[in-house]
C-alpha cells in the first residue's frame, strides 16, 4: 500500500468515526427516528473501485438528515486527467475519501446545513472541504455568529 493510500485509508477510518459521532448528536435530538443505513459498493471490473455508506434520518426535529462517507480509488478518465492537479503524472490513478453531511430541518426558521470533507491524492495529496448554512428566513446576526465561528475554527490551523 502507498503511503497515500494508507494516509486515505487512516481519513477514511476518520470520517466514519466522526459520521458516527454526528449520527449519534443528531438522534440525540429526536425523540424516536434513528439512522437508516445502505452500503455501496462500485462493481467488480469497473474503473472505479470502493464503495461507501450513506445514512438517512426522517424525524419530528429534522425534515431530512443525511450523513454519507466514501472511500474510492480507480483512474480518471482521459478527459478528466487535465482537470485533477497530478493526475496526467500519476496516468490517472487517485484514492479519493470523503464525508458529507445535509441537514434540513421542520422549523423554516433553522437554516439547512451542509459540509463536506475530503481528501483527494493523485500525484499529490490535499484536503478539501466547505459549509454553509441556507436560511429560509436570513437574519444578519446569525450569519455573521456563523461566520465569526467558522473563522475562528479555520485560524486555528493557519
Known sequence: MSAHEDFAASATAYFRDL??????????FEPVSRFESRSWTKPAGHRLQGGGEARLMRGAVFEKVGVNVSHVWGVLAPEARGQVAGAKESDGRFVACGISLVAHMMNP?????????????????????????????????????????????????R
Do not use: I
Open 109 to 157: 426558521y433553522v437554516p439547512a446545513v451542509h459540509m463536506n470533507l475530503r481528501y483527494l491524492s493523485t500525484r499529490g495529496a490535499w484536503f478539501g472541504g466547505g459549509s454553509d448554512l441556507t436560511p429560509t428566513f436570513p437574519f444578519a446576526e446569525d450569519t455573521d455568529a456563523f461566520h465569526a465561528a467558522l473563522k475562528a475554527a479555520c485560524d486555528r490551523y
Open 19 to 28: 459520521q458516527a459521532r454526528l449520527c449519534g448528536a443528531f438522534e440525540a
